[in-house]
């Protein structure tokens, strides 16, 4: 079993910033990766950002440039630093265990509880 917590969510203006935490335990170690991801209200959940076990990250292009994912491996913790917000990046973010296999991240069944952005004026 895994268990995946994130928390740091909020209400923020347009150019603002938050920081996304995604805490990890039970057997995390069979995943080779972690990736966030963000379903929209009426829209499909997206893959945001990816990091293997080893730092190499990969993000979509929309979020390029403004977000970045990085992990601790000491506190099975996966951090999602967003910068730049803009109205679009309305959410919520969700964290996930999976495995990547060249430039495809396949997602386990293991996802967190979610945590709301918004991003507002």
């Known amino acids: 079993q895994v268990q995946l917590v994130e928390s740091g969510g909020g209400l923020v203006q347009p150019g603002g910033s938050l920081r996304l935490s995604c805490a990890a335990s039970?057997?995390?170690?069979?995943?080779?990766?972690m990736g966030w991801f963000r379903q929209a209200p009426g829209k499909q959940r997206e893959l945001v950002a990816t990091?293997?076990?080893?730092?190499?990250?990969n993000a979509v292009d929309s979020v390029k440039g403004r977000f970045s994912i990085s992990r601790d491996n000491a506190k099975n913790t996966v951090y999602l630093q967003m910068n730049s917000l803009k109205p679009e990046d309305t959410a919520v973010y969700y964290c996930n265990a999976g495995v990547i296999s060249g430039p495809r991240y396949t997602a386990s069944n293991y996802w967190g509880q979610g945590t709301q952005v918004t991003v507002s004026s």
């Open positions: 039970g057997s995390i170690g069979r995943f080779d990766a």
């Open positions: 990091i293997t076990s080893t730092g190499r990250t």
